[in-house]
T-cell receptor
Framework: GENVEQHPSTLSVQEGDSAVIKCTYS??????FPWYKQELGKRPQLIIDIRSNVGEKKDQRIAVTLNKTAKHFSLHITETQPEDSAVYFC????????????FGTGTRLTVIP | DTEVTQTPKHLVMGMTNKKSLKCEQH?????MYWYKQKAKKPPELMFV???????INESVPSRFSPECPNSSLLNLHLHALQPEDSALYLC??????????????FGPGTRLTVT
């Protein structure tokens, strides 16, 4: 089955700096890669996703890049703000539709004011 | 309505109790999911329903019994749980008809404590 690795496990940045979280996956059939943000005690919230036919996607301060050859994808947050502090999970899915999301182990991001 | 709702928010039950968790969505999604999340861990898939039929069971013990009465509702019946089953139980839904986007939307979860 799919195996998703995520690094780093914790990340602290100064407010205004950029944060980068990296994930690798093992199953070449995976073609959907979402990122979720989970604040303490709250639900995971989808913040951005990318599909295997796209190399990069951007939404305001958040961007995701995908290298299908190397089987890795990354989340980039620019101009970080204290409210960006949360746990971020990457995930990979072998196909669209009703299927499993294989999650990475999570990155705890702390933005220091 | 663009939300997945779950009840109850918190549940404390003994090992001999029977209880149910409920999940509801009105986004017209035809796939619904149960996940279990332990502290500081990612969500782990338990069950997937597609068009009200169970399509994936990730080898979950029989003390957890899912039910999908209709396309908007998903239940998880609990019986004879163990303390190690204490966790946050998350429901999610996604559109499951082409062109499916694969996006899964999570409910707020039920925090379950088994005593």
């Amino acid at each position: 089955g799919e195996n998703v690795e995520q690094h780093p496990s914790t990340l602290s940045v100064q407010e205004g700096d950029s944060a980068v979280i990296k994930c690798t996956y093992s199953d070449s059939a995976s073609n959907y890669f979402p990122w979720y943000k989970q604040e303490l005690g709250k639900r995971p919230q989808l913040i951005i996703d990318i599909r295997s036919n796209v190399g990069e996607k951007k939404d305001q301060r958040i961007a995701v890049t995908l290298n299908k050859t190397a089987k890795h994808f990354s989340l980039h947050i620019t101009e970080t703000q204290p409210e960006d502090s949360a746990v971020y999970f990457c995930a990979a899915s072998p196909q669209t539709g009703a299927n499993n999301l294989f999650f990475g182990t999570g990155t705890r991001l702390t933005v220091i004011p | 309505d663009t939300e997945v709702t779950q009840t109850p928010k918190h549940l404390v039950m003994g090992m001999t109790n029977k209880k149910s968790l409920k999940c509801e969505q009105h986004m017209g999604h035809r796939a619904m999911y149960w996940y279990k999340q332990k502290a500081k861990k990612p969500p782990e898939l338990m069950f997937v329903y597609s068009y009200e039929k169970l399509s994936i069971n990730e080898s979950v013990p029989s003390r957890f019994s899912p039910e999908c009465p209709n396309s908007s509702l998903l239940n998880l019946h609990l019986h004879a749980l163990q303390p190690e089953d204490s966790a946050l139980y998350l429901c999610a839904s996604s559109q499951d008809t082409p062109p499916s986007t694969g996006e899964q939307y999570f409910g707020p979860g039920t925090r379950l404590t088994v005593t």
